[in-house]
């Protein structure tokens, strides 16, 4: 692999896990400011996901950023809390939504 095409797999990751983490961030904050179920995370999340998807090169990037949101929205913001729990009703059409929208922005 030259020195080109790692620097720009770099650029892409630093990219994926800055956008990732101001959607933590920001979901975190606005949890804040409502102390139920997080009803914010998920827009936050899909929103994170189409930037990831139109700022990175290639269909991988967005398709980790959809994996990592979809991760998060169910393991920090739905109840229970920080416990990652599948049998949440909607979690296979949350994941199957975040990853049509990273591929067809991809």
């Known amino acids: 692999m030259r020195r080109e095409q790692l620097s720009h797999i770099v650029l892409d990751l630093c990219k994926l896990l800055l956008i990732v983490g101001a959607a933590v961030l920001l979901s975190m904050m606005l949890s804040r400011v409502n102390d139920d179920n997080n009803p914010f995370a998920m827009g936050v999340f899909l ?3 189409a930037l990831v998807a139109r700022l990175t090169d290639g ?3 967005g398709i980790l950023a959809s994996l990592a949101g979809t ?3 169910n393991y920090i913001f739905t ?5 990652f ?5 909607g ?3 949350t994941i199957l939504v975040m ?3 990273s591929v067809i922005i991809s």
């Open 71 to 73: 991760f998060c929205v």
């Open 91 to 93: 979690y296979p059409l």
């Open 59 to 61: 269909y991988v990037w």
């Open 47 to 49: 929103l994170a996901v």
């Open 99 to 101: 990853l049509i929208v």
């Open 85 to 89: 729990d599948v049998t949440y009703p």
């Open 79 to 83: 109840y229970p809390f920080w416990v």
